[in-house]
T-cell receptor
Framework: AQTVTQSQPEMSVQEAETVTLSCTYDTSENNYYLFWYKQPPSRQMILVIR??????QNATENRFSVNFQKAAKSFSLKISDSQLGDTAMYFC?????????????FGTGTRLKVLA | GAGVSQSPSNKVTEKGKDVELRCDPI?????LYWYRQSLGQGLEFLIYFQGNSAPDKSGLPSDRFSAERTGGSVSTLTIQRTQQEDSAVYLC??????????????FGPGTRLTVT
């Protein structure tokens, strides 16, 4: 069975600084997707960034980038130039890319606070 | 177009009563997911519907929990004989079929259930 571990329950960062959130996962699959979702205090969850396991290049979305280490089963999120609006819970998620079922496994989340 | 909607946004019920939570997915999304999020915790998978296939109910915590999806659209999560430990935020998400949407889930705002 797949598992996703986020070892940092809470983190804080000064505005404009860079912060990295860690995520590790365990799977015997070779083809899968990894995601970072953000849940602001208003509670609606939105996708931040996604990575296909077959792609070696790390995904990047503006100030958000990942460090995907497939052999180490590590998928960290780097937020550059942190903004107050980045304050949220961040969840790492795994999805097996096999036909017929697309169930997600979520980590327990990291609460990030951006300080002014 | 409209996003995923859920109703009610908040529900307070007495222990032992039944509750129904509703989810309206994005039109055209054939996959629908229910999750439970307890205070400060991650997302616990409950059930997953994919098109006309039999739902994946492997996450339902007890036989007091059930869900249905009518006409491949609206879904209702029913909790019978509610217990205090059922208090949580119940999140619904939808996505395009299979990998058509590259796995992105769109979340609703959730229903906060409080059992007194």
């Amino acid at each position: 069975a797949q598992t996703v571990t986020q070892s940092q329950p809470e983190m804080s960062v000064q505005e404009a600084e860079t912060v990295t959130l860690s995520c590790t996962y365990d799977t015997s699959e070779n083809n899968y997707y990894l995601f970072w979702y953000k849940q602001p205090p208003s509670r609606q969850m939105i996708l931040v960034i996604r990575q296909e396991a077959y792609k070696q290049q790390n995904a990047t979305e503006n100030r958000f980038s990942v460090n995907f280490q497939k052999a180490a089963k590590s998928f960290s999120l780097k937020i550059s130039d942190s903004q107050l609006g980045d304050t949220a819970m961040y969840f790492c998620a795994f999805m097996k890319a096999a036909s017929g079922t697309y169930k997600y496994i979520f980590g327990t989340g990291t609460r990030l606070k951006v300080l002014a | 177009g409209a996003g995923v909607s859920q109703s009610p946004s908040n529900k307070v019920t007495e222990k032992g009563k039944d509750v129904e939570l509703r989810c309206d997915p994005i039109s055209g999304h054939t996959a629908l997911y229910w999750y439970r999020q307890s205070l400060g915790q991650g997302l616990e998978f409950l059930i997953y519907f994919q098109g006309n296939s039999a739902p994946d109910k492997s996450g339902l915590p007890s036989d007091r929990f059930s869900a249905e999806r009518t006409g491949g659209s609206v879904s209702t999560l029913t909790i019978q004989r509610t217990q205090q430990e059922d208090s949580a935020v119940y999140l619904c998400a939808s996505s395009l079929a299979g990998l058509a949407g590259a796995g992105e889930q769109y979340f609703g705002p959730g229903t906060r259930l409080t059992v007194t």
